[in-house]
């Protein structure tokens, strides 16, 4: 399903932006993270999560599903391109100076967003729904 945008400030230029952003990444990366880069994420994922805004809510619930499932806890590395754009979608979130900007109001995580819908795409099928499957338990708990 991945996560629904609504916002027509998400134009085709800011996505083609996000698109290219996160290809820069996965090439740049080589397919590896640092553990400081790890905490860091885990720590902005921390912050959205008590967002009241609805798509900043499920941003961090799918963000959290990427991070559990690529074990960024125990894993630096990564092997296939799939993977790698998981990885590139964290990194993009981290980036707070991104295409749109974090801290604009309303609209600062929806590039975010879009990245993270745009390496969904990039996935199998049982990739998905793995993904799928641990952000509804996770906005089930929250």
Do not use: W
């Not at 952003?21 to 990366?29: D, F, L, M, P, T």
């Not at 590139?88 to 991104?98: C, G, N, R």
């Amino acid at each position: 399903m991945s996560i629904l945008i609504n916002d027509t400030a998400l134009t085709r230029e800011i996505k083609a932006d996000v698109r290219s952003a996160c290809e820069e990444i996965v090439e740049s990366r080589k397919g590896s993270i640092s553990k400081y880069e790890t905490e860091l994420i885990l720590n902005r994922l921390t912050e959205i999560d008590k967002s009241r805004q609805h798509i900043v809510k499920t941003l961090s619930n799918y963000l959290f599903a990427i991070y559990q499932h690529l074990n960024l806890e125990n894993n630096t590395k990564f092997q296939t391109k799939s993977d790698k754009f998981l990885l590139a979608s964290l990194v993009y979130f981290a980036i707070v100076d991104d295409v749109i900007p974090d801290h604009i109001a309303y609209i600062g995580f929806l590039d975010d967003a879009y990245c993270v819908n745009y390496a969904l795409s990039k996935q199998s099928s049982a990739v998905k729904d793995k993904i799928e499957r641990l952000a509804k338990a996770l906005a089930s708990i929250s």
